[in-house]
């Protein structure tokens, strides 16, 4: 199925890494969430990124109460060990970590209590239900914003609620949140829906931050070919992406 997709695909000359040399949204601190497994299949990703270009890292952990527990501290904690790793490899790359939040009860207990652990100059990500609209959303945007936090949705063209009715993705964006998009969704590794919505995102010039959301090599392996793609060119041409500034 992937490979047929990528015989699919138009390359073109365009290099991502003229434009960007971060990447906003991936798993790989092993074993805490359902994203790298092991030190070294971190590492072996983390070098390949690196081979591609990129220069900085912000790996973004799950926190979902009800599946992986994680808090600031282990996540910190997780990244150090992954850095002396590279260190001790002579990687030469910025790994930095944030978390890609769920909206539950956890993470409004955690903007309560101010507990978060942002990127860049104060950014928030987080994703949500799949298939309903959180009661709620818009307060907590509003909350966010009040208390100085940047809030940015992970992968909007993946929440089927809002892929199955492109409109509703414009109101959201009123509300003040910023977009973030998964790179793959544009050449169709997530299914058409989530295609079709990155699509129409991109040509609207609704996007902020891209990224790789990679959970392990087999996501890489499609990243590496979808930067190259008109798609991600058009992308860069159409939207103000801000990964250079964090
Ligand atoms: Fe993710």
Same mark, same amino acid.
């Given at each position: 199925?992937?490979?047929?997709?990528? &015989?699919?695909?138009?390359?073109? +000359?365009?290099?991502?890494?003229?434009?960007?040399?971060?990447?906003?949204?991936?798993?790989?601190?092993? !074993?805490? +969430? +359902?994203?790298?497994?092991?030190?070294?299949?971190?590492?072996?990703?983390?070098?390949?990124?690196?081979?591609?270009?990129?220069?900085?890292?912000?790996?973004?952990?799950?926190?979902?109460?009800?599946?992986?527990?994680?808090?600031? *501290?282990?996540?910190?904690?997780?990244?150090?060990? %992954?850095?002396?790793?590279?260190?001790?490899?002579?990687?030469?790359?910025?790994?930095?970590?944030?978390?890609?939040?769920?909206?539950?009860? &956890?993470?409004?207990?955690?903007?309560?209590?101010?507990?978060?652990?942002?990127?860049?100059?104060? =950014?928030?990500?987080?994703?949500?239900?799949?298939?309903?609209?959180?009661?709620?959303?818009?307060?907590? %945007?509003?909350?966010?914003?009040?208390?100085?936090?940047?809030?940015?949705?992970?992968?909007? *063209?993946?929440?089927?609620?809002? &892929?199955? &009715?492109?409109?509703?993705?414009?109101?959201?964006?009123?509300? !003040?949140?910023? /977009?973030?998009?998964?790179?793959?969704?544009?050449?169709?590794?997530?299914?058409?829906?989530?295609?079709?919505?990155?699509?129409?995102?991109?040509?609207?010039?609704?996007?902020? /931050?891209?990224?790789?959301?990679?959970?392990?090599?087999? =996501?890489?392996?499609?990243?590496?070919?979808?930067?190259?793609?008109?798609?991600?060119?058009?992308?860069?041409?159409?939207?103000?992406?801000?990964? =250079?500034?964090?």
């Amino acid at each position: 199925m992937l490979s047929k997709l990528f &015989n699919n695909l138009k390359k073109t +000359d365009f290099n991502i890494t003229e434009y960007i040399t971060t990447d906003l949204h991936s798993h790989l601190i092993p !074993g805490i +969430d +359902d994203g790298v497994k092991t030190l070294d299949e971190s590492i072996e990703i983390i070098s390949s990124m690196q081979e591609l270009g990129f220069k900085k890292l912000i790996t973004t952990p799950h926190i979902m109460y009800h599946r992986y527990k994680n808090t600031k *501290e282990i996540i910190l904690d997780g990244c150090k060990k %992954v850095n002396e790793e590279l260190q001790n490899r002579d990687i030469d790359i910025e790994l930095v970590a944030s978390a890609e939040y769920y909206f539950d009860e &956890n993470f409004l207990e955690l903007i309560e209590k101010d507990d978060l652990l942002p990127f860049g100059d104060n =950014y928030i990500l987080f994703e949500m239900s799949y298939t309903n609209k959180p009661f709620g959303l818009e307060q907590t %945007v509003f909350n966010l914003l009040s208390k100085g936090y940047r809030p940015v949705l992970a992968h909007p *063209e993946r929440y089927s609620f809002l &892929n199955s &009715n492109l409109e509703k993705l414009d109101k959201l964006k009123d509300c !003040g949140l910023r /977009f973030q998009l998964n790179l793959n969704s544009l050449i169709g590794f997530y299914g058409k829906n989530p295609r079709v919505a990155a699509k129409y995102l991109s040509q609207k010039g609704l996007i902020d /931050f891209v990224g790789s959301d990679i959970h392990s090599m087999k =996501y890489f392996d499609s990243y590496k070919k979808a930067v190259s793609t008109k798609q991600v060119k058009e992308l860069f041409e159409n939207n103000r992406i801000k990964n =250079y500034k964090i």
